[in-house]
């Protein structure tokens, strides 16, 4: 199953802003643009094991703003590359592959350059579940 975690509900280190269109939910995270200066997430998972995480996300301006993805407190995956959409109106989704903790988990974008972080959307997350089939 896949569930959308909008950003406005996250734990956003700057503003919940709404002025670039084409956002889902109510707004976006705009993190102030500094290192480390991110996003949490608190997300559920059914089952502990692989998920998938999409992050949408817009960047207009001319740099990446590359982010640690942190899962309950561990980088999962190093400077994950967000890189220039174009416009601040033009929002991209990029997925990794995580392992989750049965119940709930953290996870945090961590920007590793000055610029900070894209603006975020939301996260969602596909736990790698499959319906159980046969004998029970
Ligand atoms: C602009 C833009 C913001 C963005 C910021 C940035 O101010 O309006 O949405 O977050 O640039 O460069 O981070
Ligand atoms: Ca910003």
């Keep these: 199953a896949t569930t959308r975690y909008e950003a406005e509900q996250a734990a956003c280190d700057g503003t919940i802003d709404s002025n670039h269109a084409g956002f889902s939910g109510t707004g976006f995270c705009n993190a102030a643009n500094a290192v ?7 997300v559920n998972a059914a089952s502990a094991g ?5 992050f949408r996300h817009a960047n207009g301006g001319t740099a990446g703003r590359p982010a640690d ?4 407190g561990s980088t999962t995956q190093a400077a994950g590359a967000f890189d220039p959409t174009g416009a601040w109106t033009t929002w991209v ?5 995580a392992n989750l903790n049965a119940g709930s988990n ?7 350059t000055a610029n900070g972080l894209a603006n ?7 736990d790698g579940g ?5 004998r029970q």
Excluded: C, H, W
């Design 120 to 126: 975020i959307d939301y996260l969602e997350v596909t």
């Design 130 to 134: 499959s319906p159980q089939t046969g």
């Design 69 to 72: 993805i942190v899962v309950n």
């Design 93 to 97: 989704s990029k997925s990794v592959t």
């Design 36 to 42: 480390g200066s991110g996003v949490t997430f608190t």
């Design 50 to 54: 692989a998920a998938t995480l999409t």
């Design 106 to 112: 953290t996870v945090r974008l961590s920007p590793t």
